[in-house]
């Protein structure tokens, strides 16, 4: 693997502001609208814009650090990326349905991960004006500002957003809540939860390293709780990208129930083997 490094966390996050600035200022002359689009083999939506912005980000990003490996969803994978120390996690836009239809939540999602964490990370949503920014040991940040989990006031029950299954299943277990915005961008809803607007937010098996790592040092920073419910915190830039199901949680209360409600609705693989990739 690659060795020691000249640039710090903090100088990566810098790289990622800058990029992801620039990729929404492209994306932007593509949103509402016409776009060509295509549906992949997993049945997902892609727009000529994922494929624009991804070829920017590859070159920006590798261009600056060129000794640094490279994920995208929208890039061929190949094993080279698990010979190197740090690695780009890329999502061009993360929540393209939304952005295909014209909803304002969709984010460029964009992470360096080291030695399988993620140690510097950005979620920017440009429809919206929102950066959320985080590197390891530097706090988490909106548009500049710490973010600080707060509860706002009048809230009587917490805020979750849950797929259908999870929702029953949750009832099932008694637990009062409030059904929370599904926002389109995965990344975008776990961001929620580090500023306190969301009190969790849960995805189901098959999440992968591009969905969640750019939020992933967010919420680590903010000093939220998130978590593989059945192997915990998510590793990244293994073979094997995919992840199961996730909570992440602002209130350690929530973690039985929240965790208990997603190994019952997903369950658990009986061995894990980090070696094996998915098809």
Excluded at 35 to 41: G, H, P, R, V, Y
Excluded at 127 to 143: K, Q, T
Aim: charged letters at 25%.
């Amino acid at each position: 693997m690659a060795g020691a490094f000249s640039t710090t966390a903090e100088d990566d996050l810098e790289l990622l502001r800058a990029s992801a600035v620039t990729a929404g200022i492209i994306a932007s002359g593509y949103f509402r609208r016409e776009l060509k689009t295509w549906t992949k083999e997993n049945a997902s939506p892609v727009s000529e814009a994922d494929i624009v912005l991804d070829r920017f980000l590859m070159a920006q990003l590798l261009g600056a650090r060129p000794d640094y490996g490279w994920l995208s969803e929208e890039t061929a994978d190949t094993d080279a990326r698990l010979s190197r120390n740090r690695v780009f996690v890329v999502d061009p836009i993360d929540g393209t349905r939304g952005f295909i239809r014209g909803e304002d939540s969709w984010t460029v999602s964009l992470a360096v991960v080291e030695d399988g964490r993620a140690v510097a990370g950005v979620v920017y949503a440009p429809a919206r004006d929102e950066m959320y920014d985080a590197f390891e040991g530097g706090g988490a940040r909106l548009n500049g500002a710490s973010i600080e989990p707060t509860v706002p006031t009048g809230r009587t029950a917490p805020l979750i957003p849950a797929p259908g299954a999870v929702h029953q299943q949750l009832q099932a277990e008694g637990l009062d809540y409030a059904r929370g915005p599904a926002y389109p961008s995965l990344a975008y809803r776990l961001v929620q939860v580090a500023t306190g607007k969301l009190d969790a937010a849960v995805a189901r098996r098959g999440a992968q390293d591009w969905d969640i790592a750019g939020a992933a040092i967010i919420l680590a920073e903010a000093g939220a709780d998130f978590e593989d419910v059945c192997s915990g915190p998510p590793v990244f830039n293994r073979p094997e990208v995919r992840h199961g199901a996730l909570a992440a949680l602002g209130h350690d209360w929530l973690k039985p129930v929240l965790h208990s409600a997603l190994r019952h609705v997903y369950g658990c693989p009986e061995s894990p083997d980090p070696e094996r990739r998915t098809p």
